[in-house]
């Protein structure tokens, strides 16, 4: 068998720049709210109320950061399911934003469980409700995670000179493929039919027997773009080049995910002749709007041959889409969502710190690996003859 | 039924389309009612807000007292809670002169867990925390097992199952039918100390027998209204009302196990007009058509394995 590894380095380089040091303080902050959530309770640190039991936990640090994890599952489909390499590059830095999102989604499950000093009770054979849609969340996403961690297993071998596990790892690479695909697959539909369940609570304009397939839909259209995303940020903080045309191609198979969302989002609502909903609450008709606009948006950048072209609108077209799945998933499970009367809710300062540290969790961490560990190609190739590096302090390097 | 038909096939579509395999697996109906099925009949018409069942319920239970007032003199919980199970509520509307009726009118309504014939909260429970009792049909709350993720609270269509956020180490509420009094052959505390039975028990059947004999009757006739249970020779007569000619909970989302009469209409006392199909039969469904003894998932991974061995093999590792 052939290897065609392309040759990847740790860029070297500074850790403690002072955007690093910033974002370490976000995250130490976090830690701090987070042990005092643990010893005073969720009602003490949050602003959940018996009407509002899910909130932005839920919704920002484990439905949309695992839709933002997805990064490495569309490359995965692309690349060995398709056979299409030329975005191999592009692998391991989405398989670090992937498994950072997915670890601190799991973890988010840990911190906004009410009792999770039982959480064990999930894996008790005699516990099992097959029928529970959060059961099948909990196991697919916990798996998932693992499996992201066993797909990061060659950078490790490569930094410390383990070549020789290559090819036993090389063996049984299919199989941690194939579950790396089906498991997102599963609870990614699987995160949208969370909301089935709840029925009228929910405005028709989210409430579908298709909303499964829409979350997932969705989740493969923020995994595109977080890799342009991805790409964008370690140009503009990392000091790389751009790969433009890698980002172009990717925007072209992208679009038609998203065409094919957008199509089944609208059919779906006509079909149920939902879309009355827009005028009957305010802000539910807002927010849809929002939503909507920021998938057609790109959808239109993209169609356009020259605008796709342009980097800065790629850009921005990636910000839009993962906007708009935020979006959605903030729609569907907050704002679409009618409590018995009488409660409101707006997250806590802790909730909104602590939802910020995970973020920065997620940076911090990228950055370090990516000067420590052999994610990106060497720079030399990379980095366009003459171009100074921005002035960006993470791009310092010595 | 057409529905039904409809909304079975939108989920089969989704679920085949989600696992890429076609084989729908029958739509899940909804649960029946199970044999020995207790029941509860809250007859709003009769119930004077005298709140005697809230204080009987707190006793049975061992709940502490709520206070939402600045001069704590009473328990006076807003909502059911983590430390309520059981709340009388008021509808009021313009001068609120007559007592069960809609407009210049009031009425009260005693709200708490109404142990659905398919409930939501036994279907989204991941560690199986709520469960139904296969015989009368009581929906317990099992603490020992719950992780505390708050699927119950958001996805009751009664809203009842309550967290106790003033706990850091919290967990659900609910009434549980006094399910430790059945069990020593007493009644519930609320229908014990209901003055009126307004609170009535006895078996899901004969509940519903006699809300129907009530909906019958000519209102403004006088009526031998029983306390406590049918047979309870300790009855007293009253004037018929005007009732809203339906009995809440004899199909609303599959059926419930306390059935509530009310002389305004439900939508008024926070008692939704739920659709007969249970919510939780439309969410198994979906799961089951996509996860069908793991068929789908299994076959997914099995040709993605087939495929990306091969393209590894041809093509290399990255
Ligand atoms: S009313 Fe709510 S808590 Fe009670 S059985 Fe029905 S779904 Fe469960
Ligand atoms: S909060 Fe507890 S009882 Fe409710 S669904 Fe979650 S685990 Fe089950
Ligand atoms: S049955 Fe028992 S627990 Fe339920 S409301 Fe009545 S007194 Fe309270």
Redesign the pocket.
């Known amino acids: 068998m052939k290897r065609q590894r392309p040759a990847t380095e740790p860029m070297g380089g500074n850790i403690l720049t002072r955007p690093f040091v910033f974002l370490s303080l976000l995250v130490l902050i976090a830690v701090g709210l987070l042990l005092f959530r643990f010893v005073y309770g969720l009602g003490a640190a949050t602003n959940l109320n018996n009407g509002y039991p899910w909130g932005l936990w839920v919704v920002l640090d484990i439905h949309i950061t695992a839709a933002i994890g997805c990064g490495a599952y569309v490359l995965a489909v692309i690349m060995y399911i398709a056979n299409n390499r030329e975005f191999h590059t592009l692998l391991r830095p989405a398989l670090i934003g992937s498994t950072f999102a997915y670890t601190l989604a799991n973890l988010a499950a840990f911190v906004d469980i ?1 009792r999770w000093w039982n959480f064990y009770q999930i894996m008790l054979p005699w516990n099992i409700n097959l029928n529970s849609v959060m059961f099948e969340i909990a196991i697919c996403m916990f798996l998932y995670m693992i499996v992201l961690w066993m797909e990061l297993v060659p950078p490790v071998l490569e930094k410390f000179g383990w070549e020789r596990f290559h090819k036993p790892y090389n063996k049984v690479l299919f199989i941690i493929v194939a579950l790396g695909i089906v498991l997102p697959t599963m609870h990614q539909s699987g995160l949208g039919a969370l909301i089935v369940v709840a029925g009228e609570k929910i405005s028709p304009l989210w409430q579908t027997p298709w909303i499964g397939f829409l979350f997932l839909m969705s989740a493969i259209v923020m995994g595109f773009a977080i890799v342009l995303f991805e790409g964008a940020l370690t140009v503009l903080g990392l000091g790389r080049r751009l790969e433009l045309h890698l980002y172009r191609r990717l925007a072209k198979l992208g679009r038609w995910v998203l065409a094919s969302y957008l199509v089944v989002r609208f059919a779906d609502l006509a079909y149920r002749d939902a879309l009355g909903g827009i005028m009957q609450n305010p802000v539910q008709g807002v927010m849809f709007c929002i939503e909507n606009m920021l998938f057609l948006l790109p959808l239109l950048i993209m169609l356009h041959p020259r605008w796709r072209g342009n980097a800065r609108l790629l850009f921005f077209s990636a910000i839009c889409l993962v906007l708009a799945g935020a979006v959605l998933r903030f729609n569907a499970l907050i704002i679409g969502y009618t409590p018995s009367a009488g409660y409101v809710y707006f997250p806590s300062v802790i909730e909104i710190l602590v939802s910020v540290g995970l973020l920065a969790v997620e940076v911090v961490g990228f950055t370090y690996i990516v000067k420590r560990f052999p994610i990106l190609p060497p720079r030399k190739k990379t980095i366009a003859p003459g171009s100074a590096p921005p002035a960006s302090g993470l791009a310092s390097h010595v | 039924m057409s529905i039904k038909r409809r909304d079975f096939l939108k989920a089969a579509v989704t679920g085949s389309a989600v696992a890429a395999l076609p084989g729908p697996a029958e739509a899940r109906p909804n649960l029946e009612v199970p044999p020995n099925a207790v029941g509860m009949l809250y007859d709003a018409t009769l119930c004077i807000g005298c709140k005697a069942c809230m204080v009987g319920c707190k006793e049975a239970n061992e709940m502490p007292v709520e206070s939402s007032d600045v001069s704590p003199i009473w328990d006076t919980p807003m909502d059911t809670s983590g430390k309520t199970k059981n709340i009388i509520k008021v509808y009021t509307d313009g001068t609120a002169e007559v007592k069960d009726r809609e407009t210049d009118g009031f009425s009260f309504v005693k709200r708490h867990c109404m142990h659905c014939v398919d409930p939501g ?1 036994i279907s ?4 199986t ?2 469960r139904k009792d296969p015989d009368t049909g009581v929906v317990t ?1 099992h603490e020992e097992a ?8 958001w996805a009751c269509p009664y809203n009842i ?1 309550k ?1 106790d956020f003033e706990d850091a180490f919290g967990k ?1 509420n609910k009434c549980e039918f006094c399910n430790h009094l059945l069990a020593e052959g007493k009644l519930p505390a609320c229908v014990d100390r209901c003055p009126t039975g307004a609170s009535l028990f006895g078996t899901r059947e004969e509940m519903l027998e006699e809300a129907h004999r009530r909906l019958a009757l000519e209102p403004g006739d006088t009526y031998d209204y029983p306390r406590n249970t049918l047979d309870d020779p300790n009855r007293h007569e009253a004037v018929v009302p005007h009732y809203v000619n339906k009995v809440y909970g004899e199909t609303q989302g599959g059926g419930t196990q306390v059935m509530v009469l009310a002389g305004v209409p439900f939508g008024k006392l926070d008692l939704p007009e739920i659709a007969e199909r249970s919510f939780a039969s439309v969410s198994e469904t979906i799961q089951h058509t996509v996860y069908k003894g793991l068929i789908a998932p299994l076959a997914l991974l099995g040709g993605l394995m087939f495929i990306s061995r091969r393209n590894i093999e041809k093509g290399g590792t990255e």
Do not use: T
């Open positions: 009410g | 909260c989204v429970c991941p560690v925390a709520m709350y719950c992780i505390g993720c708050r699927y119950c609270v199952p967290w659900i």
